[in-house]
């Protein structure tokens, strides 16, 4: 199954509405194909985006994945960008 990588980034000034959803968002996650996944950080270190690595059959099936993530739904992001990935180095 393809790899997609889903570059994830924060409205402004929204840490309050990713902590809002964080809960969720973590529990929902646990049952999903990620292969990887964290935040990206803002020069204070506060959480700015995040970088999602998914397993899914398609592109249709990694856009599902997006819209079914509590982030999503709380309307955290401006934007997202979904792409193809494959895995050359991994040193993890």
Known sequence: ???????????????????????RHLAWAKDQ????????LDEK???AGSLII??????????????ADPYTQAGLWASVDIRPFRVTIDKL
């Open 1 to 23: 199954m393809p790899l997609f990588a889903l570059v994830c980034i924060d409205k402004p000034n929204s840490l309050a509405v990713r902590m809002g959803a964080r809960e």
């Open 33 to 40: 194909p990620l292969k990887l996944g964290g935040p990206f």
């Open 45 to 47: 270190g506060d959480m």
């Open 54 to 67: 998914i397993e899914v059959e398609d592109l249709a099936a990694a856009r599902a994945f997006n819209a």
